[in-house]
């Protein structure tokens, strides 16, 4: 992995639990995590910590923006930015997704969130 490449993660997810597992799992693989509630907080986030380099994403969440239109306002700002979108209800087609994006269906498991995350930082999921 390129240490040029953005290191840092957010998780953008409003059931606290699933948030906190999935940060936890990206944190223990040795890349930093922040998380997220809504889209709002996730645009503060974002706005705060330049490093990171990839947003997990829920699809339904409260608030004016559910995760797609979050994916493709980041795709807008920072066209840089990889992304993961997941969902429990909905299957969400990759070519849905900005910016050669990727659908990791709910329930997933921790390993397979870890390797995608892996793959996009070091741009093969690209």
Do not use: C
Request: net charge negative; no cysteine; charged share 30%.
């Amino acid at each position: 992995m390129s240490h040029s490449t953005p290191r840092e993660v957010l998780v953008v997810e409003d059931e606290p639990l699933v948030r906190i597992v999935a940060a936890d799992a990206i944190v223990e693989s040795g890349v930093m995590a922040w998380e997220a509630g809504d889209a709002r907080e996730a645009l503060r986030v974002l706005a705060e910590h330049p490093r990171i380099g990839l947003i997990f994403t829920d699809v339904n969440m409260p608030g004016e923006m559910d995760g797609l239109e979050l994916a493709n306002k980041v795709n807008s700002d920072r066209p840089e930015m990889a992304l993961i979108v997941t969902s429990g209800q909905a299957r969400v087609p990759d070519s849905k997704i900005p910016d050669h994006g990727t659908f990791l269906p709910k329930p997933y498991h921790t390993d397979r969130l870890v390797d995608l995350v892996r793959e996009k930082l070091d741009g093969r999921g690209r």
